[in-house]
């Protein structure tokens, strides 16, 4: 969201941490991908949330937070298990793959 010419990100403070990095990762997606569409009236007022900006900005958000390390340490692992090991889901984790 833009305040004051400024682009702002709102975290939900009750959140838990693995959860924020999620959100702070996506919303950086949008900001950095989509810096000129509206994105909070997309997800708020429209509920289109599988649309292509909102998996881009997800597929962004897995490549930050899930390093290419991890994932060839992990290898053997499968997509359920990877899911469960960094507890995001299982879907988030499929991107990451592509």
């Given amino acids: 969201m833009y ?3 400024h ?3 709102f975290l939900n403070d009750n959140l ?3 959860e924020m990095r999620l959100v702070m990762a996506h919303e ?3 900001a950095i991908m989509h810096p000129k569409e509206n994105c909070y009236f997309i ?3 429209t509920l289109l949330l599988n ?3 909102e998996i881009e900005a997800n597929k962004f958000a897995m490549e930050l937070l899930i390093s290419d390390e991890f994932l060839e340490e992990n290898k053997c692992y499968t997509i359920n298990q990877i899911s469960r090991m960094t507890g995001y889901h299982e879907n988030l ?3 990451r793959f592509e």
């Fill in 3 to 5: 305040l004051k010419k």
């Fill in 7 to 9: 682009k702002c990100i």
């Fill in 16 to 18: 838990d941490e693995r």
């Fill in 28 to 30: 950086l997606g949008h």
């Fill in 43 to 45: 997800r708020n007022k």
């Fill in 51 to 53: 649309s292509k900006i």
């Fill in 93 to 95: 984790i499929r991107l």
